[in-house]
């Protein structure tokens, strides 16, 4: 059974940084499209980051481009999100989720995901 582990939530003032992790079992991540979605209180979940398989192509919001790093570690099947600089705005859980098709594309629609980890709450205070 594939399970996703988030991890790294937390929280930081404004300004600060966090480093959001997803850890993986059963499902090889290196071949697996990945992203991070985000859900604010009251509001829809959102598209943040996503990594194609074997890292050919990254994408980002423009809500958190230049603030936001998706990488992989390998030796850990674990997708990481840096986040830096981070504002009030960013305050939500955040997801990460995984397809089981690889593909060399970042895909931004959640309805690709097959995978969802239980989220990590981010709480930023100004």
């Known amino acids: 059974q594939v399970q996703l582990v988030e991890s790294g939530g937390g929280s930081v003032q404004a300004g600060g940084q966090l480093r959001l992790s997803c850890r993986a079992s059963?499902?090889?991540?290196?071949?697996?499209?990945v992203a991070w979605f985000r859900q604010a209180a009251a509001r829809e979940r959102e598209f943040v980051a996503a990594?194609?398989?074997?890292?050919?192509?990254?994408g980002y919001s423009d809500s958190v481009k230049g603030r936001a790093t998706i990488s992989r570690e390998h030796a850990k099947n674990t997708v990481h999100l840096q986040m830096n600089n981070l504002t009030p705005e960013d305050t939500a859980v955040y997801y990460c989720?995984?397809?089981?098709?690889?593909?060399?594309?970042?895909?931004?629609?959640?309805?690709?995901?097959?995978?969802w980890g239980q989220g990590t709450q981010v709480a930023v205070s100004s």
């Open positions: 059963h499902l090889t991540l290196t071949f697996s499209p």
């Open positions: 989720a995984a397809s089981r098709i690889y593909t060399p594309d970042f895909k931004t629609n959640q309805s690709y995901y097959d995978f």
């Open positions: 990594v194609g398989g074997r890292d050919e192509n990254i």
